[in-house]
């Protein structure tokens, strides 16, 4: 199945408006806050009972553009060995980070004693860590200045370019070629080199 990409709204009952907040089931407060807000950086804005499990607390952290992360937290054991996948599972949160501070988020995740991998996914450059809870966290960084209400066409751009060459993947050259296209800014951001992670692609 190759489903078409586009920026047009489908003809669907619902329409969506943004991501309000995900729920995760966190282990418990202190090594939760430790993560999110000590070395990520997200205040916590908002500390309260689990509604619908009392015993439990739920933590309201800002990931830094008013979307929100919360964390069902407890008296539970963390765990950094990571989480089986499944279907209907998470297979992992992706945060922003500023390109003017990708190697210091590195740097910082390093310091931490937790392990990471660097990757250039082609339309972004990432570092994948994990949570104390064992979940897999992206901190991401544009390589190009993107307009945050063009990034879906920007994208859809760049997936057209790929088809058309016949890449396996979006790539940076397809990213630059659609900003060319559309008329913004393809000045890329002075980002460290990296491997893509993937073998065997064009």
């Known amino acids: 199945m190759s489903t078409p990409v586009s920026t ?27 993560f999110y807000r000590d070395l990520l950086g997200m205040p916590l804005v908002l500390r309260q009972p689990n509604l619908d499990a009392p015993d439990q607390t739920h933590l309201f952290f800002d990931t830094g553009d008013g979307r929100i992360l919360t964390v069902f937290v407890g008296d539970r054991p963390s ?15 992706c945060f922003s980070v500023d390109p003017t501070q990708f190697e210091s988020t590195i740097e910082a995740v390093e310091a931490d004693g937790r392990g990471y991998n660097v990757f250039d996914r082609g339309v972004f450059l990432s ?33 057209r370019l790929r088809e058309e060459e016949g890449a396996t993947y979006a790539q940076d050259r397809h990213l630059a070629g659609a900003l060319e296209e559309l008329g913004l800014d393809a000045t890329p951001y002075d980002l460290p080199s990296a491997s893509s992670g993937v073998a065997g692609v064009r």
């Open 8 to 34: 047009q709204r489908p003809d669907s009952p619902i329409t969506t408006s943004g991501t309000d907040h995900i729920t995760i089931w966190g282990s418990n407060e202190a090594d939760t806050v430790a």
């Open 127 to 159: 570092v994948y860590t994990h949570d104390n809870n064992g979940l897999v966290i992206e901190l991401t960084t544009d390589k190009y200045p993107i307009p945050a209400e063009r990034k879906g066409e920007v994208f859809a751009t760049a997936q």
């Open 79 to 93: 765990n950094r060995r990571g989480i089986p996948g499944a279907t209907g599972a998470v297979h992992h949160l």
